[in-house]
């Protein structure tokens, strides 16, 4: 009786913890494909990720929801004959101060496409704000469309930065392809 319990501290007793490797989340979001989104009756149209729902709202507004990140992007239209543009692009900037408090930095890049009539800007907030990316796009006549994503989780940047990269693909794809009637 004595040996095996000299047996059981020598051979549990000798051994030494091992520290195990930090454990990383493995966010895998399937490749894109897009489908044209028709706003009918409303005089825009665009591609969006399969993976979303795009619904059309009254006074021609746009939901887009990605039901498996929990994330919903929400689209404004206005007509540029009703709205000024300088009052709307005002009110973009307004929206990027009042989000982006408490964020670290902000990243822009501008699309053109001269051809079929649209610039937009899609604009990234890094840090934790409840609403991470914003855009627009218009012809600079008669249509202007505003968007923001939101996410129905606390506002974490580094937990949502993968979806976020992720949606944000699926804006520029967006914008790319906006067309007017």
């Known amino acids: 009786m004595i040996r095996i319990l000299i047996l059981m501290l020598v051979l549990f007793g000798c051994q030494h913890p ?10 895998v979001y399937p490749n894109p494909t897009y489908q044209t989104f028709d706003a009918t ?12 729902i795009p619904k059309l709202l009254s006074a021609c507004g746009t939901t887009v929801h990605y039901p498996a990140l929990k994330a919903k992007l929400y689209i404004t ?12 692009l005002m009110d973009f900037e307004k929206r990027l101060k009042v989000f982006g408090n408490g964020t670290q930095q902000l990243k822009e890049s ?15 907030l890094i840090g ?11 012809d600079t006549k008669r249509h202007f469309i505003s968007g923001s994503l939101l996410f129905e989780a606390a506002p974490n ?25």
Not at 110 to 118: I, K, L, R, W
Not at 161 to 174: E, G, L, R
């Open 77 to 88: 239209y206005f007509n540029l004959n009703e709205a000024s543009m300088d009052t709307l």
């Open 41 to 52: 009756p409303c005089t825009y149209q665009f591609m969006h990720n399969k993976a979303a």
């Open 157 to 181: 940047y580094d937990s949502l930065a993968p979806a976020i990269s992720y949606i944000k693909n699926d804006v520029q794809k967006m914008l790319e392809t906006l067309r007017w009637d």
């Open 110 to 124: 501008a699309y053109e496409d001269p051809q079929n009539g649209v610039i937009g800007s899609c604009v990234t």
């Open 18 to 27: 091992t520290p195990k490797p930090n454990a990383a989340l493995a966010l």
């Open 128 to 138: 934790d704000s409840p609403s991470n990316l914003h855009f627009f796009g218009t």
